[in-house]
């Protein structure tokens, strides 16, 4: 039931930024959801588009980016940024890291595009 939350928090920001509901309410939300969600982007944009278009906000587009982590080897100490699965460390490939903490899901920017 993830999606139903971020899809809430996703038209919580739209009322934040003064979004006009109905047919003159034009906004792009862009979000970033982790790899590691258990939430699909193609599900969040479906579950998005049906909340938000009850609350009347139908004229909103959802953009969905993957977002980066960082893993912190064990052997050489290093920090790596990703953006896909990752089976090694990529400065000594040593295969013994730890995964940072992260958001699985984060509001990048709302875009108010009324008028
Ligand atoms: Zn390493």
């Known amino acids: 039931m993830h ?3 971020y899809a809430n928090k996703i038209v919580a920001a739209l009322v934040a930024q003064g979004v006009p509901k ?3 309410g034009r906004a792009v939300v862009k979000v970033s959801l982790s790899p590691f969600s258990h939430v699909k982007p193609e599900r ?3 579950t998005a588009r049906v909340i938000a278009g009850s609350e009347g906000y139908q004229n909103m587009a959802l953009e969905v980016r993957t977002a980066s982590f960082t ?3 064990s052997s ?3 920090e790596s940024e990703h953006r896909e699965a990752v089976f090694s460390c990529p400065h000594c490939g040593s295969t013994s ?3 940072k903490p992260y ?3 984060c509001i990048d920017s709302v875009e108010n595009k009324e008028g």
């Open 3 to 5: 999606d139903v939350s």
């Open 76 to 78: 050489c100490g290093r």
């Open 97 to 99: 890291f730890n995964l």
């Open 103 to 105: 958001e699985e899901f």
């Open 71 to 73: 893993i912190s080897c």
């Open 22 to 24: 109905g047919a003159a």
């Open 44 to 46: 969040l944009k479906e």
